[in-house]
């Protein structure tokens, strides 16, 4: 299946053109019962295919990224009506995406500032369901010595209002050189620093309580060792 080689017009009409290049957001990308219906896929999956980490837990689908190549596990087709869905948006430049990863966390977890790194095509799309979230966005640490002590607060730049429902595309700068995170907190407070407000139909001042977040973290995984027709059971 060919997928369209550059971002579509449908999908250029929801640039974020406040934050650094390049970001997408489209408010309500599913519906409520498209986000009780993966929830529930979700939730279906026996226990071992969770990992659980210090501060939340994940589902790998698709197959685990190596710099020797990942060895590829045809996704589910619960998962593959969405990802065929966002390849169709030339979000992976006419590939289709591979990889997902199933993130959830409860109020009050989160994920330290890090980088998606080269293992993936750059660009990230992400599909949040049960709960908003902010991610926030930090400038790499500098080389320069001159700098002095670089707090994860001095490097703070903005942040993004991910709603329920929402599909997020990140790609260019904000993949390859900026970091993403979460804060470990139960309440997110409003302000001039979530730079997609409007899109986001959120107002200054006001405060979201969180609830237990699961994100679809969609990607492409260029360097693929050999296709296995089956889906992962683990
Ligand atoms: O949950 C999210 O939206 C972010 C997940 C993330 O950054 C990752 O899995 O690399
Ligand atoms: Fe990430």
Redesign the pocket.
């Known amino acids: 299946m060919a997928y369209p080689c550059e971002i579509t017009e449908e999908l250029k009409e929801h640039v974020v053109t406040t934050a650094a290049p390049t970001v997408y957001y489209i408010s309500d990308f599913i519906t409520e019962a498209e986000e009780q219906y993966l929830l529930q896929e979700v939730y279906k999956a026996p226990k071992p295919k969770w990992t659980q980490l210090s501060g939340r837990r994940?589902q790998n689908w698709g197959g685990l990224p190596h710099p020797k190549g990942m060895l590829a596990e045809k996704l589910p087709d619960w998962l593959l009506k969405y990802t065929n869905r966002i390849s169709a948006l030339g979000a992976f430049a006419g590939k289709a995406a591979n990889h997902v990863?199933v993130?959830e966390?409860k109020p009050g977890q989160g994920?330290m500032p890090?980088e998606?790194g080269p293992l993936y095509h750059p660009t990230?799309t992400?599909i949040?369901l049960g709960s908003h979230?902010l991610?926030d966005f930090y400038r790499p640490v500098s080389q320069s010595e001159a700098d002095g002590p670089q707090t994860e607060e001095k490097r703070f730049l903005f942040s993004l209002l991910?709603q329920r429902r929402s599909l997020?595309v990140l790609q260019d700068d904000m993949y390859k050189h900026l970091l993403?995170?979460?804060q470990n907190t139960c309440e997110d407070t409003v302000t001039e620093t979530v730079v997609n407000l409007s899109s986001a139909a959120a107002h200054l001042g006001q405060t979201l309580t969180r609830d237990t977040?699961v994100?679809l973290?969609i990607r492409h995984v260029p360097k693929v060792l050999r296709a296995n027709l089956l889906p992962n059971r683990k």
């Open positions: 994940l990863l993130n966390y994920i890090h998606d990230v992400t949040s979230t991610l991910l997020l993403h995170g979460i977040r994100s973290t």
